[in-house]
């Protein structure tokens, strides 16, 4: 009827804002739309990851057809978005950089692509060193580029080789550029432990690392470094400024202080690093976003106040701009020294994109300056994205981000005393909570403690340590460093009894099982919506977040794992896994962790649930006769066993498969990868996952365009 009232709308109704938010982008979809176009730049780095993310969830290389569809989807998107209606522009765009994701992180790849050992090898090794660490059980590791391996032509060496020194090296004083020769037990980079797992391979294969292993006879060193070697020179001055701090302040004080200012951890002992992992305190010895923020910020913020001290010439300088610009050559030198590694490039990123935005007047620290970030290093480094420290170091600035806005709306009614210590709790509180996921996801525990750790620790290290390294450097070269040098050295004994103290309380660490594979994506997918969406999106990122915690608590552990060669089997029982054997030591400890099981190997290979001698363990899986065979006669007793429907895994690859068995030999696992076997309902046995599919991804050395070595002549 002409003239009628008409209902209010949505927006004008007197609904609670809460709960008309939801549906402002229904009640308006143009404006939403244009809304969604203004905030593209921020969903960017979420719809390339989105790409990168779908690329390395394959368990295959793609081929030709995938990346010439890809290619097709960021044209087409491309032309749409110049030319195409409107309504339509903003999805092209978004599908455009989801192919363009995938494409960058096939091109990165292949452009890394290098030769990976294809075999067991054992004789000399020579190369120059080039990283100096330890590895897990506390030996010192070298890392070797320009190899030589006896009877292998120069195309089909590795182009770098990592060797853990075993047995008494102590004449060996190890500098980046010194060539040596040892004799050395080399392999391929090990694949996953168990279906999901952390792919070592994958991350070997981004780094160039061809081939691990050990010595143990002792090392010759063949050459000096070359003084002109200009490509080894920071990491010639950071070990020798490493041992200098170590030679000043002894003992793990001056190892945490090394590595600190250098990044060299090659000091510190693995009874200090368990410490710190169990006390969430293992940042702090990692050149992360942590470290050079505090160096950067201390260098801005001691020029700015300082120059602004100096009366007139403070009203005539760019005060702001000068000490940026400072800091942001503070933060490169701090990156030269600290050497070229994915954690440290990420640091420096960060930290230069803000510094950028001070100097040309834009706000330093924004969620657009993080989209930057991002977008930088998805580009040039794609496969940072699996990587537990992009992660959790975006993820937790994202969070300080956010924080802001509540915590400058209160802290005005706070104390001035108690508003420092105040700001501490929220914002360790708000990353923990953001960061506490992840790292749980990734590395199957979860420190109770980490935030007490954190609180004691990370302020005397902002306000003691890092400023009194910079001091110390800078007065280094007038021989005054003693006093900064001494602070240091009370500040990490403090942090390293922290961590200590910490990670001795009851229960300082809770075991968490690992989550299935979409988990992570959720959570990464649920909390980019949630933040980033508006109206209904936010409900959808809250759903997404709520799906994934669900699937994660509802995960069931697979009731049969088989290792990488068959070297193990483990079975699920009520008493948590029983391993069939002793030793494999790293694959235990991966099963057990990723079931969230604190105990040994040895404690769970003593589980009932296996019987029988060594070399023929037996047990018993949905009904049927489960045996695991190993040892040289392993071969000769499997047609005996591979009866009535019985599982038979061989830790041997078998001259005939017998066919009355499910059965699972090295043969099989050379394709497959670790195994995971459960029962279906029925009782039937079904294979649910496989590490991989072999010859079909490029690190595995033998995929498409991969290089698998083999001695030459063969």
Not at 374 to 391: D, K
Not at 541 to 554: D, R, T
């Amino acid at each position: 009827m002409a003239g009628a009232a008409q209902p209010p709308t949505l927006a004008q109704s007197r609904w609670p804002g809460w709960l008309r938010a939801p549906f402002d982008g229904l009640a308006d979809p143009l404006g939403a739309l244009a809304r969604a176009r203004g905030d593209l730049f921020l969903w960017l780095p979420v719809l390339l990851a989105l790409g990168i993310g779908g690329y390395f969830a394959r368990l295959t290389e793609p081929g030709p057809a995938v990346y010439a569809g890809a290619a097709a989807l960021v044209l087409i998107g491309a032309v749409l978005w110049s030319r195409g209606p409107e309504v339509v522009q903003l999805p092209a765009a978004a599908v455009a950089v989801v192919a363009a994701g995938l494409l960058l992180a096939g091109a990165r790849a292949h452009q890394v692509a290098a030769p990976v050992l294809g075999f067991r090898y054992y004789g000399p090794v020579e190369g120059r060193i080039i990283s100096i660490d330890r590895s897990g059980t506390d030996r010192i590791r070298l890392t070797l580029d320009q190899v030589v391996l006896e009877r292998m032509v120069p195309a089909r060496t590795p182009k770098t080789v990592r060797v853990a020194l075993h047995g008494d090296q102590s004449h060996l004083l190890p500098e980046p550029g010194l060539r040596v020769m040892l004799t050395g037990h080399l392999a391929p980079p090990a694949g996953p432990a168990a279906p999901g797992a952390y792919d070592f391979r994958r991350q070997a294969w981004f780094s160039g690392l061809g081939a691990v292993g050990y010595a143990r006879a002792p090392v010759m060193v063949l050459a000096p470094p070359d003084p002109d070697d200009w490509a080894l020179a920071g990491h010639r001055a950071r070990m020798r400024l490493s041992a200098a701090i170590q030679a000043r302040i002894p003992g793990q004080p001056g190892a945490v202080a090394a590595a600190l200012m250098t990044g060299d951890r090659s000091g510190i002992a693995e009874a200090t690093n368990e410490a710190m992992r169990a006390s969430n305190l293992y940042h702090i010895i990692s050149i992360s976003g942590l470290h050079m923020g505090m160096l950067a910020g201390f260098v801005f913020a001691a020029l700015r106040y300082g120059l602004a001290a100096t009366g007139n010439l403070a009203l005539r300088w760019p005060v702001k701009k000068i000490a940026a610009a400072a800091a942001l050559v503070a933060a490169t030198v701090y990156l030269w020294l600290a050497g070229p590694n994915v954690a440290t490039e990420r640091a420096y990123v960060m930290a230069a994109v803000m510094l950028l935005a001070v100097l040309v007047d834009r706000r330093a620290i924004s969620l657009r300056t993080v989209a930057l970030a991002a977008l930088i290093l998805l580009v040039a480094e794609p496969e940072s994205l699996t990587e537990p420290g992009f992660q959790m170091s975006f993820g937790a600035t994202v969070a300080l981000i956010l924080i802001y806005g509540p915590w400058s709306a209160v802290e005005h009614r706070l104390p001035v005393l108690l508003k420092p210590v105040a700001m501490l709790l929220v914002t360790s509180l708000a990353a923990g909570l953001v960061t506490a996921p992840i790292a749980a996801a990734h590395f199957n525990r979860m420190p109770e403690y980490g935030l007490l750790a954190n609180l004691l620790a990370v302020p005397v290290m902002g306000m003691l340590v890092m400023p009194a390294g910079v001091i110390a450097a800078l007065l280094s070269p007038f021989g005054l460093a003693a006093p900064a040098l001494w602070v240091m050295q009370q500040g990490t004994a403090w942090m390293i009894l922290v961590a200590e103290q910490v990670a001795a309380l009851e229960g300082a660490v809770l075991a968490v099982p690992a989550p299935p594979a979409a988990v992570l994506p959720l959570l990464a997918g649920g909390a980019s919506v949630a933040t980033l969406g508006r109206g209904v999106a936010r409900s959808a990122g809250g759903l997404m977040l709520a799906l994934a915690a669900a699937l994660w608590v509802g995960a069931a552990r697979p009731a049969l794992l088989i290792a990488p060669e068959g070297e193990l089997v483990g079975l699920m029982t009520p008493a948590g896994r029983a391993l069939s054997k002793t030793g494999a030591g790293f694959v235990a400890e991966s099963w057990l962790e990723a079931d969230g099981d604190t105990a040994r190997p040895e404690t769970a290979a003593a589980r009932a649930g296996f019987s029988g001698q060594r070399g023929g363990r037996e047990a018993e899986l949905a009904g049927r006769r489960l045996l695991h065979l190993t040892g040289k006669a392993a071969a000769e007793k499997a047609p005996d066993a591979c009866r009535e429907g019985a599982v038979v895994v061989l830790a041997a690859a078998a001259p005939k498969p017998p066919e009355d068995c499910l059965w699972v030999d090295q043969t099989i696992l050379r394709q497959t990868g670790a195994l995971a076997i459960d029962a279906d309902a029925t009782g039937a046995l079904v294979i649910t996952r496989a590490a991989e599919v072999a010859g079909t991804r490029l690190w595995s050395g033998a995929g498409p365009k991969g290089r698998r070595a083999v001695p030459a002549g063969q």
